[in-house]
């Protein structure tokens, strides 16, 4: 059985009673060289210990099993539970776990279920929970590489840099705590049913210390987060709606401009270095009793 073929996969369905479900954003593959080439880029081998999200009917699950020491796959949907048994029948190194990975304790799985392996993550995620799973992912802080097919405009966004119409929060939360790099576009066409959007593979090397030194990380998101909480507006202007209550707008002003920046700078133009200088001069006034 080929599962990238549209016949094989019709009448595994049918066989099955299966029925799409939109709210579980189900698009599988019907291109071969997608899944292979999505196991190529996590760098899965022998020594490698792979958690998947969402396997669909499994064809990224076969790749990544003929690579891999060991797979787990955490599906939500349990009406593909025993497609899965059938299409991986021959898989003796894959489990499939039945579950919300959402609700998950992912550190907690990596330790007991790949015990003795290198974890990565690797999935066609659902592109309903790509921000929370990339996030829950990246929390987990045990993965040695995050590899995933996601949305373009969400991958674009990971990636962007500053100043750029893409960037926002969660491009320096990706950046911050990993290495994130775009590695090819995948178009509508290699999936039934074909999503209305391009999709785009993309690779996450979580770092070992982050780019730059930071005293107070719930701080720093903080700053990062109010930065963004109104895009067209100042760094000031941001700053004042979440600290104008500690700090009036000429201490906010000093901030900026202590830190070598206008004080009329917009967030947006911002890398991980001026947010942490922007955070640390922040602490050091906030410390000083005005907290």
């Known amino acids: 059985m080929d599962l990238c073929n549209v016949n094989d996969i019709k009448a595994l369905l049918g066989r099955h ?24 880029a996590s760098g899965a081998n022998a020594s490698s210990g792979v958690l998947e999200i969402g396997p669909g009917i499994g064809p990224l699950t076969v790749q990544l099993a ?10 939500l949907d349990r009406s593909l539970l025993p497609i899965l048994e059938e299409t991986l029948s021959g ?6 776990l039945p579950g919300d990975v959402m609700k998950l304790n992912i550190p ?34 045990c993965f040695s590489a995050i590899t995933v097919m996601i949305q373009r405009e969400v991958a674009l966004r990971i990636c962007a840099a500053p100043g750029t119409a893409d960037y926002g929060a969660f491009s320096v939360y990706c950046q911050y705590h990993t290495d994130p790099e775009l590695l090819f576009d995948v178009p509508p066409d290699c999936f039934l049913p074909a999503p209305k959007v391009t999709s785009s593979v993309i690779r996450l090397v979580p770092r070992g210390v982050p780019p730059v030194p930071v005293a107070d990380e719930k701080r720093f998101f ?32 000093e901030v900026i401009t202590s830190c070598g920046l206008s004080a009329d700078v ?26």
């Open 17 to 40: 009673g299966f029925r799409f479900s939109k709210s579980m954003g189900q698009n599988f593959l019907i291109q071969s060289w997608v899944p292979n080439d999505i196991a190529d």
């Open 266 to 291: 917009r967030g947006e133009r911002l890398g991980i270095p001026e947010f942490a200088a922007v955070a640390a001069r922040l602490g050091e006034l906030l410390a000083n009793g005005t907290d």
């Open 108 to 141: 907690a799985l990596v330790a007991d279920k790949l015990s003795g392996l290198t974890p990565i993550a690797c999935a066609n995620l659902p592109y309903n929970i790509t921000t929370p799973a990339l996030t829950a992912l990246i929390e987990a802080d």
């Open 222 to 253: 903080q700053v990062v987060k109010a930065s963004f909480a109104q895009r067209r507006k100042t760094l000031l202007n941001g700053l004042s709606s979440a600290y104008g209550s500690r700090l009036d707008k000429e201490a906010l002003r």
């Open 66 to 75: 003929r690579r891999a020491g060991r797979v787990v796959s955490v599906e």
């Open 91 to 96: 898989c003796g190194n894959t489990e499939i």
